[in-house]
């Protein structure tokens, strides 16, 4: 994932050097062109996100905190006047999260135990025009994972449940296809989950973000 996240923003910074110094040599007395969104649709996000995750069963309550990353991806087209379709792919992680157990146990894991959360599902994003301020909704299905980068034999994977993100932010163009902008984000995804054993939890995230947004449309 480490590698996809470098590569995709890499990707982004080259074309977007290329497009701007294409966007800025216009000719004198030539205006810029009027931007609208048409065709194919790619947005990538990536920034802090913060909140909780919860894990309760019959014999104890648990939540997971503390501040972590999230990597967004939006792909799809156009459909209508400033509205767009879209697959959605989210990522998230915290790193050494903070511990707290319903008996009053509480501590902080060590950075190389990472919980994550992803979700693959699909939306929609509207944008209000001339403004760019844009508003976005996707659902699918989302699980959590512990990662141990010290022994990846401990690494475990929940069973998947309902998920949801929605988002809204403002970006700016910086060539005629390439726009750069801020967003604000809320997801959460809430599933049961059975190990195995007689055991049954239910795990239940709120997170909020904010995530610098990159645009291609």
């Known amino acids: 994932m480490k590698q996809l996240i470098f590569s995709l923003l890499a990707l982004l910074a080259v074309q ?7 966007f800025s040599g216009l000719s004198p007395g030539q205006s810029k062109p009027v931007h609208e969104h048409q065709g194919i649709f790619l947005s ?5 996100v913060f909140g909780k995750i919860s894990d309760a069963t019959s014999s104890y309550d648990m939540t997971f905190s503390g501040p972590g990353a999230k990597f967004d991806v939006k792909l799809g087209g156009v459909i209508g006047k400033n509205l767009i379709l879209h697959a959605t792919l989210l990522s998230e ?18 950075d190389n135990l990472n919980i994550g959360e992803s979700m693959l599902g699909g939306g929609v994003t509207y944008y209000l025009a001339p403004s760019n301020i844009f508003f976005s909704g996707s659902v699918g299905l989302g699980g959590y994972s512990i990662i141990d980068n010290t022994n ?10 309902f998920s949801c993100q929605l988002k809204a932010g403002k970006e700016w163009w910086i ?4 726009a750069i902008g801020i967003a604000f984000t809320y997801s959460k995804t809430k599933l049961t989950n059975e190990p195995g054993g007689g055991v049954s939890e239910k795990l239940n995230s709120n997170r909020f973000g904010i995530l610098l947004n990159a645009t291609l449309n």
Request: net charge positive.
């Open 16 to 22: 977007s050097i290329c497009a701007q110094r294409a």
């Open 44 to 48: 990538m996000s990536l920034g802090p």
């Open 93 to 110: 992680i915290i790193a050494g999260p903070k511990i707290a157990i319903s008996n009053g146990t509480s501590g902080k894991a060590n």
């Open 152 to 161: 990846k034999a401990n690494n475990v994977s929940t069973q998947q449940g």
């Open 175 to 178: 060539s005629p296809r390439w």
